[in-house]
């Protein structure tokens, strides 16, 4: 079966630190993709970024950052000097390969950025 | 600049009513999908469709009914409301069946079930 685990369910840092998100998934296919998703106090779903299973380079976007690790099962989402337009609910999700786009989600790290 | 529209946005009903969600996108993306969002659990898999007139149950498929007579609409209907399916009801797209692609989301109806 394929799960994802986000196992910090609420994140509180101040303007500027940085904060990593973590993310660790359960799956038995060989191909399979992660994605992070951002859920902005508005409610909308943004996609962030998509990896496949065959890709462990860490890509950087900004002041985001993603280290996926095959060996530990991890895709976690760094913020770099985070800014308070960072506070939002971040999701983590797997699909696989021909699953017709299903994703499974985490539940998810509520992140708090004060000023 | 549609893309994917969800209706009504908000909805308070009873115990015991149908309730339909409705969802439209303009994209004519093959595979659509009904999500629900709670507290603790992330969101969970309804239903999903990878054609008009196919579709097939996801993680937490009871109490809801779908249908797909147009690739465009994809309404979500719970035949007979309870409290344990007052959530956020999210609806998406994708174009990519190899699973690839982002699924692209609607902004969400909230349903409160009284």
């Known amino acids: 079966a394929q799960k994802v685990t986000q196992a910090q369910t609420e994140i509180s840092v101040v303007e500027k630190e940085d904060v990593t998100l973590d993310c660790v998934y359960e799956t038995r296919d060989t191909t399979y993709y992660l994605f992070w998703y951002k859920q902005p106090p508005s409610g909308e779903l943004v996609f962030l970024i998509r990896r496949n299973s065959f890709d462990e380079q860490n890509e950087i976007s900004g002041r985001y950052s993603w280290n996926f690790q095959k060996s530990t099962s991890s895709f976690n989402f760094t913020i770099t000097a985070s800014q308070v337009v960072d506070s939002a609910v971040y999701f983590c999700?797997?699909?696989?390969?021909?699953?017709?786009?299903?994703?499974?989600f985490g539940q998810g790290t509520e992140l708090s950025v004060k000023p | 600049d549609a893309g994917i529209t969800q209706s009504p946005r908000y909805k308070i009903t009873e115990t015991g009513r149908q309730v339909t969600l409705m969802c439209h996108q303009t994209w004519s993306h093959s595979y659509m999908f009904w999500y629900r969002q709670d507290l603790g659990h992330g969101l969970r898999l309804i239903y999903y469709s990878a054609a008009a007139d196919i579709t097939d149950k996801g993680e937490v498929p009871d109490g809801y009914v779908v249908s797909r007579s147009k690739t465009e609409n994809f309404p979500l209907t719970l035949e007979s409301a309870t409290r344990s399916q007052t959530s956020v009801y999210f609806c998406a797209s994708s174009e990519d069946p190899t699973g690839t692609g982002e699924l692209f989301f609607g902004e969400g109806s909230r349903l409160t079930v009284l």
């Open positions: 999700a797997l699909s696989s390969w021909n699953q017709g786009g299903k994703l499974i």
